[in-house]
T-cell receptor, first 116, second 112 residues
Framework: NAGVMQNPRHLVRRRGQEARLRCSPM?????VYWYRQLPEEGLKFMVY????????ESGMPKERFSAEFPKEGPSILRIQQVVRGDSAAYFC??????????????FGEGSRLTVL | DQQVKQNSPSLSVQEGRISILNCDYT??????FLWYKKYPAEGPTFLIS?????DKNEDGRFTVFLNKSAKHLSLHIVPSQPGDSAVYFC???????????FGAGTTVTVRA
């Protein structure tokens, strides 16, 4: 499967714990985006990364959230000291440099975080 | 600031009839518009897109119409099939923009 791979698919954490979500982009894609979907809402942009660089983190909460896309390995979205309001589906998407003819981003199946 | 708006949260349509989903945007710098389809517990999948130089794009049962002066686009699905029951998201980006801005989605239910 050469699609965007996210893991874990489901993650349960207690308040105050850390959550780490991983994303491997499609083969040949060097651009990664993280989106969050709260219950009953649309997808909200969080951060855009290229290898070893954060390009735009304007949608990321200023505290407790961080993201990286190292030279080797998957992109990681890290949430420290989780709170109940962090419960959501977190989607990773990837694209090639020029996003092809359709401009689309390719999405993974998401990681669903539940904070108890 | 919601730049892409889908004002109808849900739509119910009879199998075989046309489904029309609407989307409005506020950012005049948007020049690429996409529709994604999403099933529960899955990621969004790309359906169809249109650039601002066109006013219509068709792909099989799916047609997207763009009215730039009204900052409005719509997705037509005809004929609607039970497998079309899903959440449909409208999304947009600017020429040199890398991220997509999404609407809140419209849940389509196709009745047999």
């Amino acid at each position: 499967n050469a699609g965007v791979m996210q893991n874990p698919r489901h993650l349960v954490r207690r308040r105050g714990q850390e959550a780490r979500l991983r994303c491997s982009p499609m083969k040949g894609h060097s651009h990664v985006y993280w989106y969050r979907q709260l219950p009953e809402e649309g997808l909200k942009f969080m951060v855009y990364l290229q290898k070893e660089n954060i390009i735009d983190e304007s949608g990321m909460p200023k505290e407790r959230f961080s993201a990286e896309f190292p030279k080797e390995g998957p992109s990681i979205l890290r949430i420290q000291q989780v709170v109940r309001g962090d419960s959501a589906a977190y989607f990773c998407a990837s694209s090639s440099l020029d996003r092809g003819n359709t401009g689309e981003l390719f999405f993974g199946e998401g990681s669903r975080l539940t904070v108890l | 600031d919601q730049q892409v708006k889908q004002n109808s949260p849900s739509l119910s349509v009879q199998e075989g009839r046309i489904s029309i989903l609407n989307c409005d945007y506020t950012n005049s710098m948007f020049d690429y518009f996409l529709w994604y389809k999403k099933y529960p517990a899955e990621g969004p999948t790309f359906l169809i897109s249109i650039s601002s130089i066109k006013d219509k794009n068709e792909d099989g049962r799916f047609t997207v119409f763009l009215n730039k002066s009204a900052k409005h686009l719509s997705l037509h699905i005809v004929p609607s099939q039970p497998g079309d029951s899903a959440v449909y998201f409208c999304a947009a980006s600017g020429r040199n923009d890398y991220k997509l801005s999404f609407g809140a989605g419209t849940t389509v239910t196709v009745r047999a």
